[in-house]
């Protein structure tokens, strides 16, 4: 299936180094609780709905022509099996509380638009970073002819993944990669499987297979009260101690924030995380000293 793309964020500083361009692939294998990009979850395209731009006018159930938009009590309601992505309710809402997210585009657009800004990259020691939902989960042929195209034109490619796809795809990648930004999350299975949808076995394999090979390692670790932290720092001390066997250039820690909270709700979705919380600043100092005392040097709170 060719790729969805969520965003074309241009002028990126939280994506890697200098100022990137960032290509947001659609289309995850994991369900992480606290997802901010729940737009960036599924493969096929959706509805958005945006309630605060919506009057009630009802214009788009009488004319939806599958009778998936339903009256809620002032707002309109949506029957996902019957919505065929026809857009037809776009074009009648005149408050544009309806969108379709979910672009299809060839390589050769994307590479066009992520040259446009060649001179920042240049200037800065930035790039491109292809990110998601997931990258390295989707055809490869396409994400590698990407890649390998900004290769080819000398532009820094960074590849932001969680590390849940097939080893394959990153034996493929790695010739065109110059970094990974690679997302930690829990060392316990269980809880992995809890919070991710999935085990951590392949991410732990493929972080080792990419170590192994010599690739630029950033790690990027989510910090969740309610996760993955704790008084005793149980799963700091178990991510710590996996990390210390690789060859790591740098780590970001990444406290819990709940922003894309909001687009929940845009999607007919309910958002999961209410009980977690962000860490302090002091927590998030502890954390670091932490990594800096098992001799990670190059370790930063935030992106
Ligand atoms: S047409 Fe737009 S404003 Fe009217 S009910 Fe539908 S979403 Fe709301
Ligand atoms: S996209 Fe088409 S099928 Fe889906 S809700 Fe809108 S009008 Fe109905």
């Known amino acids: 299936m060719k790729p969805l793309v969520i965003n074309f964020?241009?002028?990126?500083?939280h994506d890697g180094p200098g100022i990137r361009s960032t290509v947001f692939f659609k289309g995850c294998p994991l369900e992480c609780v606290w997802c901010h990009n729940p737009e960036s979850q599924r493969y096929t395209k959706?509805?958005?709905?945006?309630?605060?731009?919506?009057?009630g006018c009802e214009r788009c159930i009488q004319i939806c022509?599958?009778?998936?938009?339903?009256?809620?009590?002032?707002?309109?309601g949506l029957d996902k099996n019957k919505c065929e992505l026809c857009e037809t309710c776009l074009d009648y809402c005149i408050n544009n509380a309806r969108e379709i997210v979910g672009d299809e585009y060839t390589v050769k657009e994307l590479l066009k638009m992520i040259?446009?800004?060649?001179?920042?990259?240049?200037?800065?020691?930035?790039g491109v970073t292809l990110s998601?939902?997931?990258?390295?989960?989707?055809?490869?042929?396409?994400?590698?002819?990407?890649?390998?195209?900004?290769?080819?034109?000398?532009i820094d490619v960074a590849i932001d993944t969680c590390g849940y796809a097939p080893k394959e795809n990153y034996e493929r990648i790695?010739?065109?990669?110059?970094?990974?930004?690679?997302?930690?999350?829990l060392i316990d299975d269980e809880k992995h499987i809890k919070f991710t949808g999935k085990s951590n076995k392949k991410i732990l394999e493929n972080l080792k297979f990419l170590s192994d090979n010599g690739a630029y390692i950033n790690i990027r670790i989510p910090l969740i009260v309610g996760v993955n932290v704790d008084d005793d720092n149980e799963e700091v001390m178990k991510m710590i101690e996996v990390l210390k066997g690789l060859n790591i250039k740098a780590v970001n820690l990444l406290p819990y924030h709940d922003i894309g909270k909001h687009k929940y709700t845009k999607l007919y979705m309910n958002y999961e995380g209410e009980a977690f919380e962000k860490p302090s600043d002091d927590k998030m100092d502890e954390i670091k000293s932490l990594f800096e005392k098992n001799n990670f040097s190059n370790v930063k709170i935030g992106g």
Not at 46 to 55: A, D, K, M, Q, T
Request: glycine share 10%.
């Open 9 to 13: 964020q241009k002028c990126s500083i």
């Open 46 to 55: 959706e509805v958005l709905y945006n309630r605060e731009r919506c009057s």
């Open 65 to 76: 022509p599958h009778d998936a938009i339903i009256s809620e009590n002032g707002t309109v």
């Open 115 to 126: 040259e446009k800004d060649r001179m920042f990259y240049e200037e800065s020691g930035g």
């Open 132 to 154: 998601g939902g997931e990258v390295m989960a989707q055809d490869m042929d396409f994400v590698c002819a990407l890649a390998e195209g900004c290769h080819n034109k000398g």
């Open 174 to 185: 790695m010739k065109y990669a110059d970094r990974f930004l690679y997302d930690m999350k």
